[in-house]
């Protein structure tokens, strides 16, 4: 589907949503009302049968704005503390965003690279708040495609990997970066560079979470579909241009809505009982156990656009040509050298049941990164987990989170 036929669609069922929110807001009201007067209403009743489905029917949608982080405080084994959420500094493509604990000073200082891959940075919201018990965390925050000037300019690979870098060095020296899922190539490339310049700010320590290093180590479905089609294909049939009103209007980008209804579709009957069991629990009067579908579902159905160059080359130098393992990629007309790296310690980090980026993928780098002394090099491989496991859910809070805090601590000196 093209952008225009798809913002097309959304604005004719957007008059039929507001009917439904209202809808819901009615049907809520009139339930109060009789009840207050004293009026006995058999439960589950039609009102709440038609409230409910009016509330659903308005939560299956799309949105394109990044979810707020709300982070209001962090428990930790020294106690509470309020989270101060700042900006430190930003370009049209990213903010650098900065989570302390009020009245803590001297933790290590972790950037955390989010993927640009469909979602907003919100999606490692739970990473962040884990990670806030022992350090201070710093975030790309990246933009919406959309919402991006075209005079701007362009974003692609080579920009990625130099947001890294710079937001590294607004950061300061002695900081750390952690890499999650598909940026941790740019995140290996921006630590080799600045490696190679002996940069004062290139990271204490370097993370590596679930990452395509190198694709040809047990392919997934997705390294098989990437290399299923020439790149001429990926460009014809799935990057679009912004339509009006939107600020990035004439943008090219592979739009969030496409990589999303890919996603959404391959696990269809698995979403629609989802959808079924909140509008079950809202029937009964279980509003917790809606909510905790609902929460989800407006994290997991907030897309975000990506430029197309960034797409496309990643596509091509990653999981097409695998330019990083086999010492061919380039940032800026400079060859990437990951053997340059010395002084980072380097952690890897893989799921056992990760269907994404398979168990050797991000491994790769430790034969990479051969100059780093064997001490300063550690591989885990967390049992049981998926691939969103490895940076969220329980197996990450204790499993997986104490190796990447020690390896920090013991880098930060």
Same mark, same amino acid.
């Given at each position: 589907?093209?952008?225009?036929? @798809?913002?097309?669609?959304? /604005?004719?069922?957007?008059?039929? +949503? ?20 004293? $009026? ?8 709440? +049968?038609?409230?409910?489905?009016? /509330?659903?029917?308005? *939560? ?24 101060? #959420? ?44 884990? !990670? ?5 965390? @710093? ?18 690979? /080579? ?49 590596? !979470? ?6 040809? &180590? ?16 990926? #460009?014809? =049939? ?12 004439? +943008? ?19 979403? !629609?009982?989802?959808?079924?069991? !909140? ?31 960034? $797409? ?29 790296? *010395? ?31 064997? $001490? ?18 329980? =197996? ?11 390896? &920090? ?5």
């Amino acid at each position: 589907m093209s952008y225009t036929a @798809y913002q097309l669609q959304n /604005d004719l069922i957007a008059p039929w +949503r507001m009917f439904a929110q209202a809808g819901a807001a009615f049907a809520q009201a009139m339930e109060r009302g009789l009840a207050d007067s004293g $009026y006995e209403i058999e439960q589950p009743s039609a009102l709440r +049968r038609f409230g409910a489905a009016c /509330d659903v029917f308005t *939560r299956m949608r799309l949105t394109h704005k990044r979810p707020p982080f709300g982070i209001a405080k962090v428990e930790t084994p020294r106690g509470s503390f309020a989270v101060v #959420e700042e900006v430190v500094t930003e370009t049209p493509f990213a903010k650098l965003v900065r989570f302390r604990k009020e009245g803590v000073k001297g933790e290590p200082r972790v950037l955390l690279s989010a993927p640009m891959s469909g979602h907003f940075a919100t999606l490692l919201r739970e990473t962040v708040r884990t !990670m806030l018990t022992d350090h201070e965390v @710093y975030i790309t925050d990246w933009s919406n495609g959309r919402d991006v000037p075209v005079l701007a300019g362009r974003f692609g690979f /080579d920009e990625y990997v130099e947001h890294i870098m710079d937001f590294l060095r607004a950061m300061g020296e002695g900081s750390h970066l952690m890499s999650i899922c598909q940026p941790c190539p740019a995140s290996l490339a921006a630590a080799a560079i600045m490696a190679e310049d002996d940069d004062p700010a290139q990271p204490l320590s370097l993370t590596l !979470m679930a990452g395509p290093v190198d694709c040809r &180590i047990n392919p997934t479905k997705v390294n098989e579909l990437a290399t299923s089609k020439p790149i001429e294909w990926f #460009e014809t =049939k799935l990057i679009s241009t912004v339509p009006a009103p939107h600020k990035g209007f004439g +943008r090219r980008v592979y739009p969030g809505f496409v990589q999303l209804t890919a996603f959404m579709s391959m696990n269809l009957e698995r979403h !629609m009982q989802s959808f079924k069991a !909140m509008y079950d629990h809202m029937v009964a009067g279980d509003d917790a156990a809606a909510a905790q579908i609902a929460d989800f579902y407006e994290e997991y159905l907030a897309v975000a656009d990506l430029p197309a160059e960034f $797409y496309l080359e990643t596509v091509r130098n990653i999981f097409q040509e695998h330019l990083l393992p086999r010492g061919l990629l380039n940032w800026r007309d400079r060859r990437v050298n990951p053997a340059a790296i *010395r002084r980072s310690a380097l952690l890897t980090v893989e799921g056992e049941r990760d269907d994404i980026c398979s168990i050797g993928q991000t491994m790769a780098a430790q034969e990479l990164c051969r100059s780093v002394r064997p $001490y300063l090099r550690t591989h885990h491989i967390q049992t049981g987990v998926g691939h969103y496991g490895v940076f969220s859910g329980r =197996k990450w809070t204790n499993g997986i989170y104490p190796i990447v805090r020690d390896s &920090i601590h013991a880098a930060n000196g």
